[in-house]
């Protein structure tokens, strides 16, 4: 035995006495406490003292970042303040911090707790404010479910990552595999912490009043992006067959074409033998088009594997099919029961359900009131409603300033 497996088999050994006595994070009881439990003193700490160090240095760990404070920054605040308004959050508790940087950045994060980092890369890539709000309600997600906190005492996630190193080591993984197993071991966030926080940020964006579902255009493009460069990836098992099949039977009418040429069983003219050379080279074709296909699908499907063990994410096709399902659970248009074949995401909603929690309830106002066409004068009590609505929704951080002073002074005209 290799000595790498015996040191780790005997690490399991140890850790699995102290195991049972280690609720599983990723439960409904893990979640649950999670939802309940506040954001730390130390994490709400760190985060200010990571925010002091970014801006003081102007830089993160690779790059020079620049802070913006321009139109951008007003169009985030404000989704982000509706956001946490939906999560029950205070969001003058939170500070937004949108970022630029040469090359762009296509990315956003919550620190620990209270902070929020949007990269003006990710602004240019999001093609909606939908998308926007649900990547974002997934940040946050990040940090109502207590990530950090819960993966340093997470045995469940520490034991099937040395099980998997275990299963790598025995078959002998090359050097650049084992450096992609250390990228997932050490990642900030493990696939079920980022299934959790999809769930949670769609449940989330839904509440602001945003489609959770149009989410999943972010993760489709990713789809599409990584389709078009591994080609094998669209394959099915079915269609290399049917090559495999095309190609055999070409080549055997070849055989035949050139068996019968040489036998003198086809007259030997010009244009027989055109004919002859014709299907031998449509033979050669499909068999040179079959060996690409099958190269490209196996190479994609050993990928495939290899990133389902070493991505700290769900593959972006499961997250599209775990989104749509949990967005229909949300619009009540399948029950809770039905989502249990999305493990993650039915946890996260039960465990919603058993706290009560307001991003299962519905929305009171969820825009401000329309405004009503009339030739005739509205009552002026009616009017006073309205107004009084209108500033509910702003009080509840459903609508922005300018959409509140704009509705109000329309409002204003009819009394």
């Given amino acids: 035995m290799d000595k790498r497996v015996a040191v780790l088999l005997a690490a399991v050994c140890v850790t699995s006495t102290a195991f049972g006595q280690v609720r599983d994070q990723h439960s409904i009881d893990g979640v649950v406490a999670a939802l309940n439990a506040p954001l730390s003193a130390e994490a709400i700490a760190q985060a200010r003292q990571y925010d002091d160090q970014l801006l003081s240095q102007g830089r993160d760990s690779t790059q020079r970042v620049y802070l913006v404070t321009d139109e951008r920054s007003r169009r985030v605040n404000d989704l982000v303040r509706k956001l946490l308004t939906a999560m029950g959050q205070d969001p003058k508790a939170w500070a937004v911090r949108v970022l630029d940087t040469n090359p762009q950045t296509n990315n956003a994060f919550v620190v620990g707790g209270e902070y929020v980092y949007v990269f003006t890369g990710f602004l240019g890539a999001a093609q909606s404010d939908d998308e926007l709000a649900f990547v974002l309600g997934h940040e946050l997600g990040h940090s109502l479910l207590k990530h950090n906190e819960r993966r340093r005492n997470d045995s469940v996630m520490q034991l099937s990552q040395i099980a998997v190193l275990i299963a790598a080591l025995s078959k002998g993984k090359t050097a650049q595999e084992f450096g992609q197993f250390g990228e997932v071991f050490g990642a900030q966030y493990g696939q079920k912490d980022e299934a959790e926080a999809d769930a949670l940020g769609a449940a989330i964006a839904l509440r602001a009043g945003f489609d959770p579902l149009r989410g999943a255009d972010f993760?489709?493009?990713m789809v599409k992006e990584n389709d078009a460069a591994a080609p094998g990836a669209t394959l099915t098992e079915a269609q290399l067959q049917s090559m495999r099949l095309q190609a055999t039977q070409a080549q055997n009418t070849c055989a035949q074409s050139m068996t019968a040429w040489n036998a003198g069983q086809i007259a030997r003219t010009p244009p027989n033998a055109d004919k002859v050379n014709k299907v031998c080279a449509d033979a050669e074709t499909a068999r040179l088009s079959f060996n690409k296909a099958n190269t490209e699908f196996y190479d994609a499907q050993t990928q495939a594997s290899l990133q389902k063990l070493t991505s700290s994410h769900p593959s972006n096709q499961?997250?599209?099919?775990?989104?749509?399902?949990?967005?229909?659970?949300?619009?009540?248009?399948r029950d809770l029961a039905?989502?249990?074949?999305?493990?993650?995401a039915y946890i996260v909603m039960q465990a919603l359900d058993t706290?009560?929690?307001?991003?299962?309830?519905?929305?009171d106002v969820t825009s401000a009131p329309p405004m009503v066409q009339t030739d005739k004068p509205m009552p002026q009590d009616g009017v006073t409603a309205r107004l009084e609505k209108l500033k509910g929704a702003f009080d509840a951080g459903l609508i922005t300033r300018d959409e509140y002073d704009a509705?109000?002074?329309?409002?204003?005209t009819e009394l």
Wanted: glycine share 4%.
């Fill in 318 to 333: 499961s997250r599209v099919a775990t989104l749509a399902a949990t967005a229909d659970f949300l619009g009540g248009r």
């Fill in 338 to 344: 039905s989502l249990s074949k999305y493990e993650t």
């Fill in 407 to 412: 509705t109000r002074k329309a409002l204003l």
């Fill in 219 to 221: 993760f489709t493009r």
């Fill in 355 to 363: 706290t009560h929690s307001v991003l299962l309830q519905p929305a």
